[in-house]
């Protein structure tokens, strides 16, 4: 007997996935940003030598939300421990509002301006720049570039003595963190770049030397390929407001990375949502625990927040009943909440997938291998559905549009 | 021939929808807050004469995602006017560092507190209140609460002589906006609260007058409940940063008030996305236009910022290809970001259900009526799907845990 398989696509062993990821890894630009000298960068910095106080990222997308990502996570530690250098602030939206907003909190002769685009043409950030320009003088003194080098941003810096620094050509704006886009500015506020390239290093060697991370993440990536017309919406659900910038910076790895068009033609797509902990117990919680069965969610713990502060031991008059919580840390009640809502789902809810990642601490070293590990897995789950994990290309049509409408207009 | 129906559930007409929600009105308290006279409240207020600059929220869900929703929308112009009479602050998390965060940003002693509770045994409320009396003196001069009036934290109130205002027992959290939980701190903060009902007012007179909202509020409540299980996602794409409010309170209102077993006991639910332009633009939209066909998308778009920034009209070297944004107002580019989006999913994706809001003004009026819109859009929806839209037995399974854990533990 013969069979012949004139499939276009057939089922991918964990194998055949690992060789093609391994593949991948010569021409894909961000498996290697862990593994870069970052000493280049600091003496450069170190004799760039900028006094100011803030920093003010123009860009918008990959150019600022995984900075953000991190800067959320660590400033009130750094801010704690005196070692903020230097306070960022972003520009991305072209709601005239919030840039004007955004300018009222920055003390512009005291800042420090870091245009942040890949194509070096990015619309808001340009235009935005461009309005700065006119409000405060930009010079080698108060201005930084980060561009690919053949960009005409690069072009404007060159022709006036802006100091640049490169994003590689094969590193996509979602995966760019760990580049000079994330690691210049974060370098310059007093974060510690080592240690989350370190962490980072940490996820990719388990991984590619098939240690425990290898089964862990192609099982969870198989998982989310194969159920993909159930579960078609991803939530992670962070116990702590330092996670929020994370979120955000998920759902765009996520959303961006995995929304495609597969090679079979059709329109593949797992939907990220960012919930944080406890406040979503009040908001989005109800859905996942009574509504459609729709959603896998990934709940995410910080173990050690390293802070004592305790509900205060006191007895409020005709709120006696609640004693029970005097005394508690609220670090110990944060993960409680986590515990319960974890457990309530884990018992009683046994057709919602979940999991949960812990995190050691709030430091660099441990978001450095959560960013990381979020890019893997959206890799693998690339792989499974067949797509281009790397592209964008359905956000073109409306910037041919409106480009269309700006010609028209001037 | 006879035919006789044994369905659990037969098919809703309009007119039967219509009905329904005529019946429930009567009961379900939210409806009747537009048409409350706010001068007791204003009077009471003003006799009060609290003369700190802040105030300090402490509430979650419900209790804060409204009155944040609008203070977000409006904050800048009445900053720009110097209207604002008293800056916002909100305490909802657990997180102590976003705790200590938020504590570092205030004044205590310049600080009005709202406990805001509608059970009155919230614990994070609970927590962080007894946290916060524990390092500043809490008495009538400093001290409002807004709960249920048989509740514990009422009974506290009582017995410490703090003013407490009520939150009427028929209306939920997330439909309480237009009670005393955001009339109160928004009139203190300098908000026109009337205006913000009289726009409430104007969408309920439309709907159940059976004006022109009556037809589309109807039509795309019907849409949703129909196309459920093929557009399980209903997106909100919100063209300004000041809707990122909005966008949260949307989550709550939705996600909680649709996720839920139906009659039938099948878990239904439609799930709220947020997303704000032009940002998500750049992390978003890709998953819009190339992803699964399982979103319907709802873009936002303020029609007047009232604001005159303009892009400089200055070439810079190397960027002169880009002179075409030159002199722009940025209120003219955001919008064309929007309607180039929008004609680029309208034009070549057809088989995305889009629609399209737009605000005239930043406004307490206009930000009035979106808000009861959506509420009462909600309602609609979660009668055709056959639920009640005003419970959340859903968390209770990890409350109840939360509660022996921590008696466990003390």
Redesign the interface.
């Known amino acids: 007997m013969k069979n012949n398989l004139y499939y276009p696509f057939v089922s991918l062993s964990d194998e055949d996935i690992f060789t093609e990821i391994k593949k991948e890894r010569e021409d894909i630009g961000y498996y290697s940003l862990p593994y870069v000298d970052t000493s280049v960068i600091k003496s450069r910095l170190d004799n760039l030598d900028f006094k100011q106080k803030q920093i003010a990222i123009i860009g918008?997308?990959?150019s600022t939300?995984g900075t953000y990502a991190i800067y959320n996570f660590l400033k009130?530690?750094k801010?704690?421990n005196k070692t903020l250098k230097k306070e960022l602030f972003f520009f991305?939206?072209?709601?005239?509002?919030?840039?004007?907003?955004t300018i009222?909190q920055l003390n512009l002769e005291d800042t420090l301006f870091i245009v942040i685009s890949k194509s070096?043409?990015t619309?808001?950030t340009?235009?935005i720049f461009?309005?700065l320009?006119?409000i405060v003088k930009m010079n080698s003194q108060n201005l930084l570039v980060i561009t690919e080098d053949d960009s005409?941003?690069?072009?404007?810096?060159?022709?006036?003595g802006i100091s640049t620094f490169e994003i590689p050509k094969n590193v996509g704006?979602?995966f760019s963190v760990l580049s000079n886009v994330g690691l210049v500015p974060l370098y310059l506020a007093g974060f510690d770049i080592d240690e989350l390239l370190k962490g980072a290093r940490k996820i990719s060697t388990s991984f590619f030397e098939q240690n425990e991370l290898y089964n862990q993440l192609l099982k969870k990536a198989r998982t989310y390929y194969e159920y993909?017309d159930v579960y078609?919406?991803n939530a992670i659900f962070s116990?702590?407001?330092?996670l929020e910038g994370f979120n955000?910076w998920y759902?765009?790895l996520w959303?961006?990375s995995?929304?495609?068009?597969d090679a079979n033609n059709t329109?593949?797509?797992?939907?990220p949502?960012g919930l944080?902990g406890?406040?979503d117990?009040?908001?989005?919680?109800?859905?996942?625990?009574?509504?459609?069965?729709?959603?896998t969610v990934t709940f995410i713990k910080i173990k050690d927040?390293k802070?004592d502060?305790?509900?205060?031991p006191?007895t409020?008059?005709?709120?006696e009943?609640?004693d029970?919580?005097?005394?508690?840390?609220?670090?110990?009640?944060?993960n409680?909440?986590a515990?319960?809502?974890i457990?309530?789902?884990k018992e009683?809810k046994k057709d919602i997938p979940i999991d949960l990642i812990e995190i050691e601490e709030?430091s660099e070293f441990e978001i450095g291998k959560l960013l990381f590990y979020y890019e893997l897995l959206t890799s693998i789950v690339g792989k499974f559905l067949r797509i281009n994990t790397y592209d964008?290309?359905?956000?073109e049509?409306?910037?041919?549009?409106?480009?269309e409408?700006?010609?028209k207009?001037?």
């Open positions: 918008i997308g990959g939300l009130y530690n801010q704690r991305e939206s072209t709601d005239p509002i919030n840039l004007n907003g009222a070096g043409t619309i808001e340009i235009s461009k309005y320009s006119s005409k941003l690069n072009s404007f810096a060159a022709a006036n704006g979602r993909k078609n919406i116990y702590s407001q330092l955000k759902i765009q959303g961006e995995l929304g495609k068009i329109n593949q797509g797992l939907t949502i944080l406890p406040v117990q009040h908001s989005f919680l109800q859905l996942i625990v009574e509504g459609k069965r729709d959603k927040f802070d502060t305790k509900i205060a006191i409020l008059e005709g709120l009943d609640l029970y919580i005097n005394g508690l840390n609220f670090k110990e009640l944060i409680l909440q515990d319960a809502t457990a309530s789902v009683y709030i964008q290309p359905g956000v049509g409306g910037k041919i549009i409106l480009k409408m700006l010609k207009k001037n």
